[in-house]
């Protein structure tokens, strides 16, 4: 069993950044897979960016496209801590933004994309953007 608790959301003006944070507990992090999902009023949850575990401090990465070039996803196994530096950011990332992680493990290189891949949420924290 893992806790995911996210941090850092707030309101912040169309162009500025923002990390959010995700701390985990109950459980080691570095040989699973960390997601960042994202579901804006009316809408439904969609995929953000994940990144694998590994054996080595290389790590793979996936984005959503609209986020490709302006979020970055991090984690420092250690800390057990997932991030997602946020820059340029835009009206339409504003949503609450949800860390996940899997029951398994698989492969050093997975990288789920689909909200039925993950076994455990946070409850996520909220992120406005003013245009």
């Known amino acids: 069993q893992v806790q995911l608790v996210e941090s850092g959301g707030g309101l912040v003006q169309a162009g500025d950044s923002l990390r959010l944070s995700c701390a985990a507990s109950?459980?080691?992090?570095?040989?699973?897979?960390m997601g960042w999902f994202r579901q804006a009023p009316g809408k439904e949850r969609e995929f953000v960016a994940a990144i694998s575990w590994s054996g080595t401090s290389t790590y793979y990465t996936d984005y959503a496209d609209s986020v490709k070039g302006r979020f970055t996803i991090s984690r420092d196994n250690i800390k057990k801590m997932v991030y997602l530096q946020m820059n340029s950011l835009k009206p339409e990332d504003t949503a609450v933004y949800y860390c996940?992680?899997?029951?398994?493990?698989?492969?050093?290189?997975?990288?789920?994309?689909?909200?039925?891949?993950?076994?455990?949420w946070g409850q996520g924290t909220q992120v406005t953007v003013s245009s």
């Open positions: 109950g459980r080691t992090i570095s040989i699973y897979p």
């Open positions: 996940a992680t899997t029951k398994a493990g698989g492969s050093s290189w997975f990288l789920p994309r689909r909200i039925y891949e993950y076994d455990y």
